[in-house]
């Protein structure tokens, strides 16, 4: 019927008096259930009895039916799939930058070194209180004694364990802790203070940083944090007993 235009009873359809080929009336590209604006304007007018107003999609997806004598992926296919990926790459890259966080930049190394020399400041007379007097953390000796009972063969687990240290007290730690002793263990007495109250230290600005980063920018007002938060009884007390609560 849409290639016999004498179906509309006018044997010479015309446009604004120009002829309209036939061909306009045979199946033309659907887009969501519809006929293209074009063709389906034109075609009514041309033979209203041929095409119905459809009521609009449900989904809003595009599909295309074949039209005879056109090969598929045609120039409309093609377009409509280059606008779809188009759409695609278009949500993907909001959502990637929505998720996208600002790189991380790193304050002035004079900053840093500022920001430490505050926070060593702070700290050395903590040091030297819990300290002097040839103190040695108590913890750190339970420590350093299961490394170098682990070095030897012998059983950290024993009921004579500690019976060396100034005040024996047993190891409750997991074997996998007693292993990771043995470093201690190997150590020299103030080597092993120096490197473990250090790697406290150190873990305490890690934190402070994590933790406090966004709002104190500025690495002096950290380093003054961390030096505070190591004033306090809890810090304080790991430092000077050589825990592992860091």
Not at 9 to 18: Q, S, V
Not at 89 to 114: K, N, Q
Request: aromatic share 6%; charged share 15%.
């Amino acid at each position: 019927m849409g290639d016999h235009p004498e179906a509309c009873g006018n044997r010479h359809p015309r446009r604004r008096g120009l002829p309209v080929p036939a061909r306009l009336l045979g199946p033309t590209p659907v887009l969501a259930g519809r006929l293209s604006l074009d063709h389906r304007g034109t075609a009514q007018r041309l033979c209203p009895r041929l095409h119905r107003p459809a009521a609009p999609p449900a989904a809003p997806l595009a599909v295309f039916l074949p039209v005879p004598g056109r090969r598929p992926g045609g120039a409309a296919s093609c377009c409509m799939s280059q606008g779809i990926s188009g759409a695609l790459r278009g949500a993907s890259g909001s959502e990637a930058a929505a998720l996208r966080r600002p790189p991380v930049r790193l304050p002035p190394t004079s900053d840093i070194l500022a920001g430490l020399a505050v926070f060593g400041l702070v700290v050395v007379p903590l040091l030297v209180l819990k300290f002097h007097g040839g103190k040695f953390p108590l913890d750190l000796a339970v420590y350093r004694e299961a490394g170098r009972v682990v070095l030897h063969g012998g059983d950290p687990y024993a009921p004579d364990f500690g019976r060396h240290l100034r005040i024996p007290l047993p190891f409750t730690y997991p074997p996998f802790a007693a292993v990771g002793s043995v470093v201690l263990g190997v150590l020299p007495e103030p080597v092993a203070i120096v490197a473990w109250t250090t790697l406290s230290l150190s873990l305490l600005v890690v934190m402070v940083w994590l933790v406090l980063g966004q709002s104190l920018r500025h690495p002096v007002l950290l380093g003054l944090a961390a030096g505070a938060l190591a004033w306090t009884v809890p810090l304080n007390e790991t430092i000077s007993f050589g825990q592992v609560n860091l």
